[in-house]
């Protein structure tokens, strides 16, 4: 009976801690899917600048190339651009991927799809050279609440745990 009891006790504190780790874990997500997107519209922007590929092409390759939701993002977008605009078909797949981006993060990144395929060459560049600068703010206001909330949920769930586990004791 005791040996249930500490097994159960122990499957408590695991519990907490890993559910802990699940929450902090979306604010390292969401760092790297901002450095994923900003990587993958630089891709865009050289190959635009340099390939004179169709919109439809690149995004395709470049969901081969980045991996997570930003090439789920990309991969949609190319499904979706066979029935609509590009600038229709990017929102559509921003609003329909699940990622860990909040919407703050999507309305920045969402600028692109005003002009995407609608302005000559120069016109797009310059969007995904603005939509780029957006990004570095976002990913510094990501980093800062990574470093200071992913802590404070693991140290959370260890602490919630324990103090069930003292609870019962």
């Known amino acids: 009976m005791f040996f249930i009891k500490i097994f159960m006790l122990m499957l408590i504190l695991g519990g907490s801690s890993y559910i802990g780790i699940v929450f902090s874990k979306k604010y390292f997500d969401r760092a790297k899917e ?14 635009i600048k340099f390939t004179y590929e169709p919109i439809p092409s690149i995004f395709s390759d470049i969901s081969l190339k980045v ?3 930003v090439s789920k993002i990309f991969n949609v977008a190319t499904t979706e651009m066979k029935d609509k605009q590009a600038g229709e078909a990017w929102n559509y797949a921003l609003d329909n991927v699940n990622t860990n981006m909040n919407n703050e993060d999507k309305g920045v990144i969402k600028n692109l799809g005003r ?16 939509v780029s600068d957006f990004l570095d703010t976002q990913i510094q206001k990501a980093e800062s609440e990574r470093s200071k909330n992913e802590k404070m949920y693991r140290t959370l769930g260890i602490v919630v745990g324990l103090t069930i586990v003292i609870i019962l004791i």
Do not use: P, W
Not at 34 to 47: E, P, S, V, W
Not at 116 to 129: A, C, H, R
């Open 115 to 130: 002009m995407l395929g609608q302005t000559d060459l120069d016109g797009q560049l310059s969007e995904i050279e603005l």
């Open 34 to 47: 901002l450095k994923d997107m900003k990587n993958a519209l630089n891709m865009f922007a050289t190959k």
């Open 67 to 69: 991996d997570g939701n």
